[in-house]
């Protein structure tokens, strides 16, 4: 049994815990306001229901890197890393930084004011513009019956754009899953 969907918090937004074992390539969807405390919302394709929050550290280096305007921002891809040494209210929780972005052709250094008196220069590498094919296939016969893992996979090759093809095959898998498993509970019951 894999335990990593187990280990995810349950929030809307992307969490350091949820790449603590690695780093997680996003690609963006498109990004709103968002509220006074988290005021931009990034929407991404590999984490359906989540969004990236970025800190305000992070916003810079977005902004110095692609710009301000957050709809040049859609499709541009971003590795994101878990620093555990972030601090938030003096207590060191850990936090989401961000290594390589698309759209650059060589590293690129920001240097951002983190708090009064002290600058911190982070070196974004960079990314390749599109995301390596994915083979939905293979990806399909590793969810096997997990009808979570199968609706994950839906929703990651919807928001690639996968063919009509693949989401059938999926689509299927997944219904065929699902009876699989009332099946399976409706034998429970008549035990």
């Not at 110095?64 to 994101?80: F, Q």
């Amino acid at each position: 049994m894999n335990i990593s969907k187990l280990r995810q918090s349950n929030s809307q937004q992307i969490n350091a815990d949820d790449i603590l074992s690695s780093p997680v390539t996003v690609t963006i969807t498109g990004a709103v306001e968002g509220t006074a405390e988290q005021p931009v919302l990034i929407s991404v394709a590999e984490v359906q229901g989540k969004t990236y929050r970025p800190s305000l550290t992070m916003r810079k280096v977005l902004g110095a890197v692609w710009g301000d305007e957050t709809d040049e921002w859609i499709g541009k891809r971003c590795t994101l890393i878990r620093n555990p040494d972030i601090k938030f209210g003096g207590q060191v929780v850990g936090g989401i930084e961000i290594a390589a972005m698309s759209g650059i052709d060589r590293p690129v250094e920001v240097s951002v004011l983190e708090k009064r008196g002290k600058r911190r220069t982070f070196k974004v590498l960079p990314l390749a513009d599109t995301a390596p094919q994915r083979d939905w296939q293979s990806e399909l016969q590793l969810a096997g019956n997990d009808v979570d893992a199968l609706r994950a996979l839906h929703g990651a090759a919807r928001g690639a754009g996968a063919s009509a093809d693949v989401l059938g095959r999926i689509e299927a898998a997944g219904r065929a899953a699902q009876h699989q498993q009332h099946q399976g509970a409706a034998d429970a019951v008549d035990a």
